[in-house]
């Protein structure tokens, strides 16, 4: 039977990882936190309490594999407007707004799904907090099982 005080720890592991707004790695320690210091109490606390964790490390890894995609092509980008060559380079930086690069597209495109990617993580937290208060085990999508 999983008690009240028990639903509320596991809704405040999920919470806790919106804390990473008020201070840096918050959505990490927070979790750790409330997750160590009551996985022994009840399954259902430690089932959420590795949910949580195992998706804030995937989301980790996900950004950053983005990122490692999405930054080459943006220096491309920047470095497309420079001219190496002539030594006076600020006055051939200009911007056209007529002939944007397939470079920018491609980051452009990149960075709205990162933009989708934030908004779903969003989404996906405050569902299984709200699993957590009813009572129920919760799986996160595309979640990679770190913690088992």
Known sequence: MIDKKQKNIATFIHLSTFSRFFFPLGNFIGPIVLWVAN???SDFIDAHGKQA????????????????ITIPFFIFNLL???????????NSIHISLTKPSPLLYISGGL???AVVGF????V???KASLAAKEGLYYHYPLTINFIK
Do not use: P, T
Not at 53 to 65: G, P
């Open 39 to 41: 996985k022994d109490k």
């Open 111 to 113: 960075g709205f799904v």
């Open 119 to 122: 908004i779903l993580e969003l």
């Open 53 to 68: 964790l195992n998706f804030q490390i995937s989301i980790l890894l996900y950004a950053i594999v983005l990122g490692m």
């Open 124 to 126: 996906f937290i405050v």
């Open 80 to 90: 497309d407007g420079f001219q190496f060559i002539n030594m006076d380079a600020f």
